[in-house]
């Protein structure tokens, strides 16, 4: 059973107000697919004293903020979607942005995760207090001490807007592809996108269509294959829900093809040089003149970048009424657009399709470790965790969709859900271990990790198709991707191995913390022996 606090508990303090923050037993950051996640496990394992913060105004995390035009998953909704909760009813084969938010929506309802959700708090400072072994959490809303912190903050959450100079004199409407404006009418007006990731590939074959003109702005090209999309049957959606063998059966055959493509970006295996041929000839259908082919023709190996899937994208770039500036931007001044090679284009809108920061995460400047370094001091050098999922000196921190822990061509659920069963475990050593403990990552055990999955992704097309991607920090190191499948991470994580933890525990003659009732203020530490995970 959860160490109850019998002090303060269930009485939240506003920031104005005069008593001390209410301790829960976790506090979870982000409510979208990972954060939902970690709440509905929490309750499947009987732990209820948690709460989940949240900066937004509503649950779901990227899916509630990317609502430009076309948004739509690039994995298959079957796949898309919790193995603990099924949908019966996706409508589509890739999902799009409206259906998976109701989804969303639909799990924390389904599960009751609504009374655990504390909307607008967004987290400032996370503080580990060492002496009384919890975290201090300091919101927009009310303060809380707890437990265990499970960081779900995600990596797509936090947009990136490039520094170009000029910007600021712009007359029009500027906005990030996960900000879209709705209120600015594009209609008739000559609209920039800046980008050729996934989020552009799907808002320009939305707005091309409307605008007087578009112009993409193109540092790289994508390889672009075709999306097998298409909606589902309603007769299948009859027979998912009444035999619901027929749903996880598609489930699993979509999961096991993507476990055999691992090979090809982890190895560099063949496959990739036939998807190539087929991305090649997707290009030759729709787009005939050759300078444009040609300015469209990626000059690095696939997999190095995400692959795009689309069937639009290419159309839409060979109407008259856009341009593929195949050059990044550069300047801005005034309304007048200067890309890098000197091409100059009018614009009355600009959107920034230009990705996130992934690989330096805001939120990792908020969160203040033992000794009190920050978790962005401590990855100065580098995202690192233990398994993905724990850093040192950070007790009791857990952080789902750590580093190394993305996924180029799967379901990210699959991973996220891998973490939750490790969230499980780990809450669970916490109550065998009893009193007031922490388990923190040993140093030496997260180096081996980080040593074990860099010395995998040497070889893997991330590292070697010569290209630049977000997959990459500032270094060159890939500290995004999981170099193995899905299955694997899932085995890796079953369980907490304590032999890679300190076990921080109170001297329990100490006079009672703050924050915490019955606890004491002293701490030691003990090396446990790895069988104590037994
Ligand atoms: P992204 O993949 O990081 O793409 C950012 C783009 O901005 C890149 O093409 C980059 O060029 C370009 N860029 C940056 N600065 C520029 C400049 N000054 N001039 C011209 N171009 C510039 O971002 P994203 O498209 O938002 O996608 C991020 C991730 O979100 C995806 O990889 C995917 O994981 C996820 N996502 C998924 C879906 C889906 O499921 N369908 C949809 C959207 C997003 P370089 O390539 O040269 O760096």
Not at 427 to 432: G, H, K, T, Y
Not at 450 to 466: K, Y
């Amino acid at each position: 059973m959860d160490r109850q606090r019998q002090a303060h508990h269930g009485t939240e303090q506003r920031k104005e107000g005069a008593g001390p923050p209410r301790h829960v037993r976790v506090a979870i950051v982000g409510s979208g697919f990972g954060g939902l996640g970690a709440a509905v496990r929490l309750r499947q394992e009987g732990i209820t004293d948690f709460v989940v913060l949240e900066r937004g105004d509503a649950v779901g995390g990227t899916w509630r903020d990317n609502t430009y035009p076309g948004a739509a998953c690039d994995v298959p909704s079957h796949l898309y979607s919790y193995s603990f909760a099924p949908n019966p009813d996706w409508r589509r084969a890739f999902s799009r942005q409206s259906d998976i938010r109701a989804y969303t929506e639909h799990v924390t309802e389904v599960f009751g995760i609504r009374p655990h959700l504390r909307l607008r708090h967004e987290v400032q400072r996370l503080t580990w207090d060492g002496a009384a072994l919890l975290w201090r959490i300091e919101t927009t809303g009310a303060d809380f001490t707890a437990d265990v912190v499970v960081s779900a903050t995600g990596p797509l959450s936090d947009p990136v807007v490039p520094d170009v100079p000029g910007l600021d004199g712009f007359p029009g409407e500027v906005f990030h592809s996960s900000r879209w404006n709705h209120g600015t009418e594009l209609s008739g007006q000559r609209v920039a996108v800046v980008g050729t990731g996934a989020s552009a590939a799907q808002i320009v074959p939305r707005v091309q269509p409307a605008a007087a003109a578009l112009t993409l702005f193109q540092r790289t090209p994508p390889w672009v294959l075709p999306k097998l999309d298409r909606p589902i049957t309603a007769a299948e959606r009859l027979l998912h829900r009444h035999v619901p063998l027929t749903a996880a059966a598609r489930r699993g055959a979509l999961w096991a093809v993507r476990e055999l493509q691992v090979r090809a970006f982890t190895r560099g295996t063949g496959e990739l040089r036939a998807a190539q041929a087929i991305a090649r000839a997707h290009l030759a259908r729709h787009v005939k003149d050759p300078a444009l082919r040609a300015a469209l023709t990626p000059s690095y190996r696939m997999g190095c970048k995400r692959i795009l899937l689309s069937n639009d994208y290419y159309p839409a770039l060979t109407r008259p009424n856009t341009t593929v500036v195949a050059s990044g931007l550069a300047e801005v001044r005034g309304s007048t657009l200067i890309a890098d090679d000197g091409t100059a284009t009018e614009a009355d809108v600009i959107v920034f399709a230009t990705g996130f920061r992934v690989t330096n995460l805001p939120v990792a400047e908020r969160v203040v470790g033992a000794g009190g370094t920050t978790l962005a001091e401590s990855w100065g050098q580098g995202m690192r965790a233990l398994r993905g999922i724990a850093v040192d000196g950070f007790p009791n921190f857990l952080t789902i969709i750590g580093p190394n822990t993305g996924l180029g061509n799967s379901s990210m659920i699959l991973m996220i859900e891998s973490q939750l069963n490790y969230l499980a475990d780990f809450m669970r050593q916490l109550r065998i271990l009893g009193g007031p403990t922490a388990l923190a990552p040993r140093p030496e055990a997260v180096a081996s990790w980080g040593d074990f999955v860099e010395r995998r992704l040497e070889h893997s097309i991330w590292n070697t198709g010569n290209c630049r991607s977000w997959y990459l920090d500032r270094f060159g190191r890939n500290t995004t991707l999981w170099p193995g499948t899905t299955g694997e991470f899932r085995r890796l994580l079953r369980e907490v191995d304590l032999g890679e933890y300190e076990i921080l525990r109170t001297a329990p003659t100490a006079p009672a913390a703050p924050g915490r009732s019955g606890s004491a203020a002293v701490p030691s530490t003990t090396a446990p022996a790895p069988e104590a995970a037994a």
